[in-house]
T-cell receptor
């Protein structure tokens, strides 16, 4: 049963446009994450937030910016998309910062033309 | 270089057979390991975690961890066609703030 929701499922855009992806979790978790899964299925963490505070900020281009309004929501904005941004963006959540299992959403597939 | 390496890249087993997947870390800071499974068009789903040396069994799935060699394995007995998916090993360190590092994945195909 899905408890991490992502919208949209799929988005096609042109180079240089701005896009925004939404993520909501109904698990009552304190920590949320954004991962990028590329065309080879490699998964890499981009950001993590705990109680609305940025905890992990991997080396990603500055055009990527996460936005957290509350513990249950974590959005991702990409200003001026590039072709290499084409990927699946996966949102996840976990109870805390300990060794808690992360639960993933279905992903948002982005195609940049 | 990938800090978490998985083998084989792909694996085919008959229905009812045993599937064995391997994962090795090159970073001794990694102390916590998970196995995730991802079906096509879905997000990864955690199968099990293992933090202590030895075996951990959950239903048809058994994970084995050897911290000295930084090796973790997953064995799936009585494999079913629904087990066909991409399997990831993931690891984290105590001080990483729950940052998971994923291996490159193993594609498992269970054939009839």
């Amino acid at each position: 049963e899905t408890a991490v929701f992502q919208t949209p499922n799929y988005h096609v855009t042109q180079v240089g446009n701005e896009v925004s992806f939404n993520c909501k979790q109904t698990l009552g978790h304190d920590t949320m994450y954004w991962y990028k899964q590329d065309s080879k299925k490699l998964l890499k963490i981009m950001f993590s937030y705990n109680n609305k505070q940025l905890i992990v900020n991997e080396t990603v281009p500055r055009r990527f910016s996460p936005q957290s309004s509350d513990k249950a929501h974590l959005n991702l904005r990409i200003k001026s998309v590039e072709p290499e941004d084409s990927a699946v963006y996966l949102c996840a959540s976990s109870y805390g910062l300990g060794q808690d299992t992360q639960y993933f959403g279905p992903g948002t597939r982005l195609l940049v033309l | 270089q990938q800090k978490v390496q998985q083998s084989p890249e792909s694996l085919s087993v008959p229905e009812g057979g045993m599937a064995s997947l391997n994962c090795t870390s090159s970073d001794r800071n990694f102390q916590y390991f998970w196995w995730y499974r991802q079906h096509s068009g879905e997000g990864p789903k955690a199968l099990m975690s293992i933090f202590s040396d030895g075996d951990k069994k959950e239903g048809r799935f058994t994970a084995h961890l050897n911290k000295a060699s930084l090796h973790v394995s997953l064995h799936i007995r009585d494999s079913q066609p629904s087990d066909s998916a991409l399997y990831f090993c993931a690891a984290s360190a105590t001080s990483s703030g729950q940052k998971l590092v994923f291996g490159q994945g193993t594609i498992l195909k269970v054939y009839l």
